[in-house]
């Protein structure tokens, strides 16, 4: 794929494009390798453009996007301006249409999953004061995933109780089933990343396949990759969502290294390319291009600039007649940026425009008069991207503290000036939005944010409580608002060095994984929050808490919002759920009781004290107050279902049915009400339909390691055994920890003939519950298959010893069935029998 050769005047003009001047041995690498086939060990598919600010890193990478497309490359290029992987997705796809290469599937399917997400959310005018909102139970769902707690593994490995995870998933299921029309809907929603991502693969790469290069370009990378790393690692390296071509190529660019937690073991596949300030040469060469030839004038711009090729290139297309030109009597930066300006109009217009952390026209028409934003933008030190433009740090710093010394009262008046015309602009966008719905939507966000940016510009003592509530809000919204609100205060801090916020800007500057969490902790143990909000605060963190498994710190915080507000029945609800999850039963139940009480009347609170008093085997009680939710609610199927699965347990079959059936014609996109309907179809002796049932079930949400292990049993019934193992493997892949999942693979083992896997899974599930009487049981009868009979013996002897009645019945039935052993018994106690 060598390169047709150039002329020498080709040369040169490709080298002075744009007046690129400088980093040559950068440009020559990425040439050399796109020449490159890819086939070629020494092929790099993936580089890394690594320095401070203002070393001239987004200036490199458009002149290597410049370079790409020289070589008929499609390109796309994106900064700190996407904020999850989703988001990345879209970006280059739009940047892909734009050059006539659109990427068709993957947009029809990222437009139905922004279709879905917006009905999942939308308002939810019936909900109780203890039921989180879909909105938030899907952001905290997501974000869980997204650190990779669901499934339970990396960072949170070992923290997470994936029993409650799974339940907080299947509620949470179950809430946007209601919702949305199907279940693939459903999986969508909760998970777009690993569904949007191999469409978005195999678009990508049959593009690939027809030109010589794609070229993905991440710039201002030390603020994406906490969102991104993981994925764009796994689309480069990993190959878990497909194979991508190797002629795809990606350059990221940032100020620090690569997270060595994400690739360490990839940095071999890493092409660094670091820069550091230009050095002399390459400074003389910059104004050399720039026609500024006169020494004494190129030793003041060189001292003053420090190598910075932001500043060279800035002093130098100012095109200084004399050293005196350059010099500036006031020290600031600000002056050596806009000396030679000399409309004052225009000197105003810059001055006022560093303000905002990016602008566009309305931004500037708030700011500035006369018609100067054309203007603008073209400055040296103004960066474009995608309509919007914003200013270096470099410049941005020394000119916001020039207007903040200079003139304190000008100062707040402009940013009060900014932050009401945001604030007008968020409250237009709301007309047409629903309340659940705004923390998910990109321009209401970048309204919100900026409002309470240049609020804490305008006024830090006045403006950081309410900045402190937002953080609270912006927790229960995921990871990308938290983080962005929590940006904006840093940023704050860093833009008026005053005293309330400096130490907030440091603390919030270090949040790292899971930062909802780590914020709402800093929220509670700094000093700021205004009291009457702390108690939202608790319950959010004890809400993060107990989605990571840490029930003993959920319940502790929900202690501590009952001391501040002690007529919350949502934290009496919230720590009744960590009391469950501890097997506190009777003081979760009391919990439930006091939040029925302070809120009677609220459907969703009377359906999880039924709940939790079915878990106790008071049937009775159980259907009193699921008869009062479906009576407050006759239309909501899960009303419907938790009365038909407590007359399920309660053993009433007929009851059940009628309930379950209910549930299924409300929603029947609901999973678990049919396997629920299945088993009960099964007690009554209807096997076709009872299997019918589980198999829709299982269909709409093929990973329920309940309904896996009923469905198994019915084909262990029937003699499919191979049938039943692939069911349970599943299962137990799922609830590894789930003692009776895996006691009943290894029954199906027994069955088939396989004691040596029956064996090993009754032993792990004694392992996991030693009171297993039921596994016990089964154990010694394999030992017996295998000539174990010391052995057998034992578990006999400590099965009866925990459940007499149980182990002489199975022991009976057996003797019944072969007739082949006697077994006398050592007397033991009584004991009770784990539930199945």
Not at 210 to 232: H, I
Not at 462 to 468: D, F, I, N, Y
Not at 478 to 487: E, F, H, M, N, W
Not at 677 to 684: C, D, M, T, Y
């Amino acid at each position: 794929m060598a390169e047709q050769r150039v002329s020498r005047q080709e040369l040169i003009r490709r080298r002075r494009r744009g007046g690129f001047v400088g980093r040559r041995a950068e440009l020559a690498a990425f040439r050399e390798n796109l020449d490159r086939d890819p086939a070629d060990e020494a092929y790099q598919f993936l580089f890394h453009v690594r320095g401070n600010a203002g070393v001239g890193k987004t200036s490199l990478l458009r002149q290597l996007e410049a370079v790409a497309r020289e070589r008929d490359s499609v390109t796309a290029y994106l900064d700190d301006d996407v904020h999850s992987a989703v988001e990345a997705m879209a970006a280059i796809s739009a940047q892909c249409e734009r050059q006539g290469r659109p990427l068709k599937r993957f947009d029809r399917l990222l437009a139905g999953y922004r279709q879905r997400r917006h009905e999942a959310e939308s308002a939810e005018p019936g909900q109780s004061d203890g039921e989180p909102s879909v909105a938030g139970t899907l952001a905290a769902q997501v974000g869980l995933a997204g650190l990779g707690a669901v499934p339970v593994v990396g960072a949170l490995a070992g923290a997470v109780d994936p029993q409650q995870v799974a339940l907080g998933a299947d509620r949470l299921r179950g809430l946007l089933s209601a919702r949305l029309r199907s279940h693939d809907d459903v999986q969508l929603v909760l998970t777009p990343v690993p569904l949007l991502t191999p469409v978005f693969l195999a678009d990508l790469a049959e593009l690939a396949g027809r030109l010589p290069r794609v070229a993905l370009f991440f710039d201002t990378y030390e603020r994406t990759a906490p969102v991104l790393d993981g994925w764009l690692r796994e689309l480069l390296v990993g190959g878990g969502y497909g194979d991508l071509p190797l002629n795809v190529l990606v350059v990221l660019a940032g100020q620090r290294r690569l997270d060595p937690r994400v690739w360490a073991d990839s940095m071999d596949l890493v092409a660094e390319l670091p820069l550091e300030v230009f050095t002399e040469t390459e400074a003389r060469q910059l104004l050399t291009a720039r026609g500024i030839t006169d020494e004494r004038v190129t030793g003041t711009v060189l001292r003053l600039a420090g190598g910075l090729p932001v500043l060279l290139d800035t002093l130098a297309q100012t095109r200084p007649a004399g050293p005196e030109a350059v010099q500036d009597p006031s020290g600031t930066a600000v002056e050596r940026f806009l000396r030679w300006e000399t409309d004052p109009e225009r000197r105003a217009a810059a001055l006022a425009c560093a303000l905002p952390l990016q602008l566009d026209q309305d931004v500037y028409e708030v700011l500035a008069e006369g018609d100067h934003y054309a203007w603008l933008r073209a400055l040296p030190f103004v960066n474009d991207q995608a309509g919007r433009v914003r200013y270096h740090d470099v410049v941005r710093t020394p000119m916001l503290r020039l207007q903040r010394t200079g003139s304190p009262l000008g100062w707040r008046e402009q940013h009060t000036a900014l932050a009401e015309a945001f604030g007008r602009w968020r409250a237009a966008l709301e007309q047409d939005l629903p309340p659940d719905g705004r923390w998910a939507d990109g321009t209401w966000l970048e309204y919100r944010l900026g409002e309470t940016y240049h609020r804490l510009c305008a006024n830090p003592h006045q403006a950081l409580p309410a900045a402190l509530v937002e953080l609270v809000a912006a927790c229960a919204s995921g990871d990308s608002a938290c983080r962005r609100a929590a940006q904006v205060v840093v940023q704050a801090a860093r833009d008026t060095e005053a005293e309330p916020l400096g130490r907030w800007g440091e603390r919030l500057g270090g949040l790292d994984e899971d930062p909802e969490l780590a914020l709402l902790t800093l929220l509670l143990t700094e000093p700021g929050l205004p009291a009457e909000h702390r108690a939202d605060c608790f319950l959010a963190r004890a809400g993060r808490y107990g989605a990571a498994g840490d029930h003993p710190a959920a319940v502790a915080d929900c202690t501590a919002a009952l001391a501040l507000d002690p007529g919350s029945a949502r934290a009496y609800a919230s720590r009744a759920v960590g009391l469950r999850a501890l097997k506190q039963l009777p003081e979760a139940l009391a919990d439930y009781q006091r939040a029925v009480e302070l809120a009677p009347g609220q459907p969703a609170l009377l359906v999880q004290r039924g709940r939790l008093l079915r878990t106790l085997g008071r049937f009775e009680e159980a259907l009193r107050d699921l008869d009062l939710a479906v009576g407050l609610d006759p239309a909501d199927w899960l009303h419907r279902a938790e009365r038909g699965e407590t007359h399920r347990l309660a053993d009433r079959p007929a009851e059940a049915l009628a309930e379950l059936t209910r549930a299924t014609e409300l929603n029947g996109a609901a999973a678990w009400p049919w396997a629920s309907r299945g088993w009960v179809l099964h007690q009554l002796g209807r096997g076709g339909e009872a299997l019918a049932d589980l198999d829709r079930s299982l269909e709409l949400d093929p990973r329920q390691p309940w309904a896996l292990t009923r469905r198994a049993e019915l084909h262990r019934r029937a003699d499919r055994f191979e049938a039943a193992l692939t069911d349970l493997d599943l299962a137990v892949t799922l609830s590894p920890g789930w003692q009776w999942v895996v006691a009943e693979r290894g029954e199906t083992h027994r069955l088939a003939g396989r004691p040596g896997r029956a064996l090993a899974d009754f032993s792990r599930a004694i392992e996991l519950s030693p009171t297993y009487a039921w596994a016990l049981v089964r154990r010694g009868q394999t030992h017996q298959l295998l000539g174990a009979h010391r052995e057998a013996l034992a578990d006999w002897a400590e099965a009866r010893r925990l459940d007499p009645d149980l182990t002489d019945r199975m022991l009976a039935a057996a003797q019944h069935r072969t007739g082949t052993f006697r077994v006398r018994l050592a007397e033991g106690g009584a004991g009770g029998l784990p539930g199945a």
